[in-house]
């Protein structure tokens, strides 16, 4: 692997969109994370190509940073080059029935502008951090919906830079899991959406962003739930009747408002959050006999 060489590569291309030595911490909403080797933004799908083929070629490992979020990056940080859609994949093209968004658009924004245009679907997404790229790979869900529900096809890159696009009726989901090929980059997703009374749609939002304002630590870097939901139960209760809401490890802790959050105060390392993980997972299997699987992704060196 020439990290060195693949500098020399990308450089003339992105200029000061490319960076060596790059604190993942900037760029995560848990503001966790050691540097990437190399940080690049493309702009475009051409530019996204140029970086997957030259490092196909060198023989350096990709990694997609989407927003940075419902991601842990460990304090070694991530070998390889880290890939941060830029601008060029924020734009969105409102149809009849639907939205094409580009990976990069935050949901929760385009969740909003549904609301405005009076279609319904999205909903649920207010207040959901992250991408409309990150909300697909991880099928983003609450309050009973999900992307599943209303995706309507992808676009997006192989490994080998070339353009795949995916229809309704090959994609597959599971909870919180979209299952795409190896090495394929999303850069758009269309949704299907439906008209809607204006009020009942506007009405649905607000719901949801006062339920999630009332149970979730708000002014707090974290990363969203940290586990998944076992089958019939959630997992908060489980770490709440565990006894750990608010059990601490450096500067790292399980929030007081909802158990299923690790809230980083200002100074914890990746190695606290996955310390408290580890905690909730052996505490909650001796006392209910359920091993909890993270929903958090884990990244990079530890």
């Known amino acids: 692997m020439s990290i060195a060489a693949l500098h020399q590569d990308l450089a003339p291309v992105f200029g000061d969109r490319l960076r060596a030595a790059e604190p993942l911490a900037r760029h995560t909403s848990y503001r966790i994370g050691g540097p990437a080797d190399l940080l690049v933004r493309p702009d475009s ?3 996204l190509a140029i970086v997957l083929r030259a490092a196909r070629a060198r023989g350096v490992r990709v990694s997609l940073l989407g927003g940075g979020s419902n991601m842990l990056v460990g304090d070694g940080g991530i070998r390889g080059v880290v890939v941060k859609l830029g601008r060029g994949f924020r734009r969105v093209e409102w149809r009849d029935a ?3 968004a580009g990976a990069a658009v935050q949901l929760g924004r385009l969740a909003r ?3 405005a245009r009076a279609l319904s679907g999205l909903e649920h997404a207010e207040g959901i951090p992250g991408t409309v790229g990150g909300a697909l790979f991880m099928n983003a869900g609450a309050y009973g919906g999900e992307v599943a529900g209303v995706a309507d096809g992808v676009e997006g890159l192989d490994e080998a830079g070339e353009p795949v696009t995916l229809g ?3 994609l597959a ?5 979209a299952h795409l090929p190896a090495g394929f980059v999303v850069t758009a997703v269309s949704f299907r959406l439906r008209p809607d009374d204006p009020a009942i749609v506007r009405e649905r939002l607000d719901g949801a962003r006062a339920k999630r304002l009332a149970s979730q630590p708000q002014g707090q870097p974290n990363a969203g739930s940290i586990f998944k939901n076992p089958r019939g139960d ?3 209760r489980l770490i709440e009747a565990a006894g750990l809401k608010g059990w601490r490890v450096g500067g790292a802790r399980f929030s007081e408002r909802h158990a299923n959050f690790i809230v980083n105060d200002g100074r914890a390392r990746a190695a606290d959050v996955q310390a408290l993980m580890a905690i909730a997972q052996r505490a909650v299997w001796e006392r209910s006999g359920v091993w909890l699987e993270p929903e958090v992704r884990l990244v990079g060196s530890w």
Do not use: C, I, N
């Open 98 to 100: 639907g939205v094409r």
């Open 113 to 115: 502008d549904s609301v």
């Open 45 to 47: 799908a051409a530019e």
């Open 234 to 236: 959630h997992a908060g």
């Open 173 to 177: 989901f599971t909870y919180r899991r």
């Open 168 to 170: 309704a009726d090959v």
